[in-house]
């Protein structure tokens, strides 16, 4: 396929398998600008990434004495000078791409020739249709979260994450001001326009993408601030809701603002909002241990209460002093003060009432939630994410392992507390629906039916803010859900979306397991230094692009790319002003789109 580039800018001098130098002679150069390589012979076209640059003057090896000339006659001398300037950029070869005829489009691969001596060079900015085709395997195709970072210079080529991708998790890591919560909102935007594009398309449910999203500072329901416009979830809600209902219900479900107190917010949003509350019966011991430190001693206390009583926290809060299980009196002392959050907390009750079996309907069926925790103690936060999570988990264990309706059953029975497994199981008396309407297929006898398999169901994204909390180094492995879910996410199609300051701080078994990290501007030599250890890309010499991101710029690695991409994450009240025609009308958008998708289609040559 031709490729239309700007004219040469420099030639390649010299280099090895990693790292390149390219002499130019158009000096403006700037750090993580992507250039072209193209041989004179052949099909590779090869990617070089600038990471340096010196000043040169031809056939002139000491700049300093043309310093002093210019201090004592610079007029004289400056046209002498003026056609020697050179810069010699150095960097790092990302790979090549050769154009596939049968596929139809440009495959890139990771550097395992060098491209020929001489080699023309072209800077990439300059030729954005021709960067654009070379990548195309490379910028994702599903969950949109910035455009392609060149220098300073935003291009016109939309970044994605692939669906594929997301169950084998998403690190996001910056300091604060990097534009976190700008990627966390334009990544909700994206993912809710994926959700409505395959329902208009009659697509199966599992390319729809769930997620069960934490909202600390309740910024992204209400919306982010950018050059006075604010725009955020609450916007795309009330869109969608102008163009079709039905939209909506397959987008949000009924009540998708989760929060503490309904009156502590606008009476526009308690349309759409929900005052949450968990049965005391739903938690389980992980619950507890995943967020807290424990020590042996409290944990058998804990459970043995648990095998005794299934409102084990409402029995350990009232059980007389003497009544101790043969455990020692400071050992329940200490059991109940690191219960009292959840004790003294208004979303944890004793009574039969639960939103946990709802939120765990609507996200098998590829909705969003928004879990406010603006209201709530971390230790609550902590822990409601953990009980989703952990619910959500054991039914896709269950189902992965049941070929019939009744084996699942029993496998439910033995996973989930009671009253959440009769629930969802529809046997209780409080079920409002029942998990079979989702997880079965055809009728089997009289009385039976075959189970799905997990790959027929959404990708569901957990959300934990602040992950070194819950996911630190120092925190107990010892049924830590969020570690078994970071080994099998993959399996039982559940990803967790990783928020943090400081990657230094979290759990190694964790980071192990995360396959896409978007790092933005990080704290220190000690955050880049892990960033770069933790990469899923080989991203060795980006020292120094990490010192110069500005906030919104991040470096994205993926393991199941070829190369690290630079990005620029949207401007997001922008971002999602642009969307909302789309919320409100998708076949209007959607026809404009395939309209314009036709009028610049380039043949292939």
């Given at each position: 396929?031709?490729?239309?580039?700007?004219?040469?800018?420099?030639?390649?001098?010299?280099?090895?398998?990693?790292?390149l130098?390219?002499?130019?002679?158009?000096?403006?150069?700037?750090?993580?600008?992507?250039?072209?390589?193209?041989?004179?012979?052949g099909?590779?076209?090869?990617?070089?990434?600038?990471?340096?640059?010196?000043?040169?003057?031809?056939?002139?090896r000491?700049?300093?004495?043309?310093?002093?000339?210019?201090?004592?006659?610079?007029?004289?001398?400056?046209?002498?000078?003026?056609?020697?300037?050179?810069?010699?950029?150095?960097?790092?070869?990302?790979?090549?791409s050769?154009?596939?005829?049968?596929?139809?489009?440009?495959?890139?691969?990771?550097?395992?020739?060098?491209?020929?001596?001489?080699?023309?060079?072209?800077?990439?900015?300059?030729?954005?249709?021709?960067?654009s085709?070379l990548?195309?395997?490379?910028?994702?195709?599903?969950?949109?979260?910035?455009?392609?970072?060149?220098?300073?210079?935003?291009?016109?080529?939309?970044?994605k994450?692939?669906?594929?991708?997301?169950?084998?998790h998403?690190?996001?890591?910056?300091?604060?001001?990097?534009?976190?919560?700008?990627?966390?909102?334009?990544f909700?935007?994206?993912?809710?326009?994926?959700?409505?594009?395959?329902?208009?398309?009659?697509?199966?449910?599992?390319?729809?993408?769930?997620?069960?999203?934490?909202?600390?500072?309740?910024?992204?329901?209400?919306?982010?601030?950018?050059?006075?416009?604010?725009?955020?979830?609450?916007?795309?809600?009330?869109?969608?809701?102008?163009?079709?209902?039905?939209?909506?219900?397959?987008?949000?479900?009924?009540?998708?603002?989760?929060?503490?107190?309904?009156?502590?917010?606008?009476?526009?949003m308690?349309?759409?909002?929900?005052?949450?509350?968990?049965?005391?019966?739903?938690?389980?011991?992980?619950?507890?241990?995943?967020?807290?430190?424990?020590?042996?001693?409290?944990?058998?206390?804990?459970?043995?209460?648990?095998?005794?009583q299934?409102?084990?926290?409402?029995?350990?809060?009232?059980?007389?002093?003497?009544?101790?299980?043969?455990?020692?009196?400071?050992?329940?002392?200490?059991?109940?003060?690191?219960?009292?959050?959840?004790?003294?907390?208004?979303?944890?009750?004793?009574?039969?009432?639960?939103d946990?079996?709802?939120?765990?309907?609507?996200?098998?069926?590829?909705?969003?939630?928004?879990?406010?925790?603006?209201?709530?103690?971390?230790?609550?936060?902590?822990?409601?994410i953990?009980m989703?999570?952990?619910?959500?988990?054991?039914?896709?264990?269950a189902?992965?392992?049941?070929?019939?309706?009744?084996?699942?059953?029993?496998?439910?029975?033995?996973?989930?507390?009671?009253?959440?497994?009769?629930?969802?199981?529809?046997?209780?008396?409080?079920?409002?629906?029942?998990?079979?309407?989702?997880?079965?297929?055809?009728?089997?006898?009289?009385?039976?039916?075959?189970?799905?398999?997990?790959?027929?169901?959404?990708?569901?994204?957990?959300?934990?803010?602040?992950?070194?909390?819950?996911?630190?180094?120092?925190?107990?492995?010892?049924?830590?859900?969020?570690?078994?879910?970071?080994?099998?996410?993959?399996?039982?199609?559940?990803?967790?979306?990783?928020?943090?300051?400081?990657?230094?701080?979290?759990?190694?078994?964790?980071?192990?397991?995360?396959?896409?990290?978007?790092?933005?501007?990080?704290g220190?030599?000690?955050?880049?230094?892990?960033a770069?250890?933790?990469?899923?890309?080989?991203?060795?010499g980006?020292?120094?692009?990490?010192?110069?991101?500005?906030?919104?710029?991040?470096?994205?690695?993926?393991?199941?790319?070829?190369?690290?991409?630079?990005?620029?994450?949207?401007?997001?009240?922008?971002?999602?002003?642009?969307?909302?025609?789309?919320?409100k009308?998708?076949?209007?958008?959607?026809?404009?789109?395939?309209?314009?998708?036709?009028?610049?289609?380039?043949?292939?040559?």
């Amino acid at each position: 396929m031709k490729l239309e580039l700007a004219e040469p800018i420099g030639i390649l001098a010299e280099g090895d398998i990693s790292t390149l130098t390219v002499v130019c002679t158009d000096i403006r150069f700037q750090i993580g600008e992507i250039l072209v390589i193209k041989p004179p012979k052949g099909t590779q076209v090869f990617l070089f990434r600038v990471m340096n640059y010196e000043n040169i003057l031809r056939n002139i090896r000491d700049m300093g004495e043309i310093a002093a000339n210019f201090l004592r006659n610079r007029e004289a001398y400056i046209a002498r000078v003026e056609s020697e300037k050179l810069v010699k950029v150095h960097g790092l070869l990302m790979g090549y791409s050769e154009f596939d005829a049968k596929k139809g489009k440009w495959i890139f691969k990771k550097p395992r020739t060098l491209p020929p001596h001489f080699s023309e060079v072209y800077r990439g900015a300059e030729s954005p249709g021709a960067l654009s085709s070379l990548l195309q395997e490379e910028v994702g195709t599903d969950i949109e979260i910035g455009k392609l970072l060149i220098g300073t210079s935003t291009m016109d080529i939309p970044i994605k994450i692939d669906l594929e991708s997301l169950p084998m998790h998403l690190q996001v890591a910056g300091t604060t001001g990097a534009g976190k919560s700008f990627f966390m909102l334009t990544f909700i935007t994206s993912a809710l326009r994926n959700n409505l594009t395959k329902l208009l398309s009659n697509a199966p449910l599992n390319e729809r993408l769930s997620v069960f999203m934490v909202d600390v500072h309740d910024e992204y329901m209400k919306g982010l601030t950018f050059e006075n416009k604010t725009k955020g979830v609450l916007d795309i809600a009330n869109a969608t809701l102008k163009g079709d209902q039905k939209h909506f219900d397959a987008l949000f479900g009924d009540k998708f603002y989760l929060t503490r107190d309904l009156s502590a917010i606008s009476k526009e949003m308690q349309k759409i909002s929900k005052p949450l509350r968990f049965r005391r019966q739903d938690l389980a011991i992980s619950d507890i241990t995943s967020v807290m430190s424990v020590s042996d001693q409290m944990l058998g206390y804990m459970s043995v209460t648990r095998g005794k009583q299934d409102d084990w926290v409402t029995t350990i809060e009232t059980a007389p002093e003497d009544e101790t299980y043969g455990f020692a009196k400071g050992t329940v002392s200490a059991v109940r003060r690191r219960l009292y959050p959840i004790i003294r907390s208004t979303i944890f009750t004793k009574d039969n009432y639960s939103d946990l079996a709802e939120i765990i309907y609507n996200l098998e069926q590829g909705h969003f939630y928004n879990f406010s925790t603006a209201l709530l103690s971390s230790t609550e936060q902590f822990v409601v994410i953990t009980m989703v999570a952990r619910t959500l988990f054991s039914l896709r264990q269950a189902l992965m392992s049941s070929t019939k309706w009744k084996q699942f059953k029993e496998q439910v029975k033995n996973k989930l507390p009671k009253e959440i497994a009769s629930e969802l199981l529809g046997e209780s008396p409080n079920s409002k629906y029942s998990i079979q309407d989702i997880y079965t297929n055809e009728k089997v006898g009289t009385d039976d039916f075959m189970m799905k398999s997990i790959k027929e169901l959404p990708i569901v994204m957990v959300t934990v803010e602040e992950a070194p909390s819950i996911l630190g180094a120092q925190m107990s492995k010892e049924g830590n859900i969020f570690i078994d879910i970071s080994r099998q996410g993959r399996k039982f199609r559940i990803g967790l979306l990783l928020i943090t300051q400081n990657i230094s701080s979290m759990e190694p078994i964790i980071l192990a397991n995360t396959n896409t990290e978007l790092n933005m501007m990080l704290g220190n030599e000690i955050e880049i230094r892990q960033a770069i250890t933790n990469a899923s890309n080989n991203i060795m010499g980006y020292e120094n692009e990490f010192k110069v991101l500005g906030r919104g710029e991040a470096i994205l690695t993926n393991s199941l790319k070829n190369i690290p991409l630079p990005v620029k994450v949207s401007n997001v009240p922008f971002y999602i002003e642009q969307q909302l025609p789309f919320f409100k009308d998708p076949h209007k958008v959607l026809e404009l789109e395939k309209s314009k998708r036709k009028s610049t289609e380039v043949p292939i040559m």
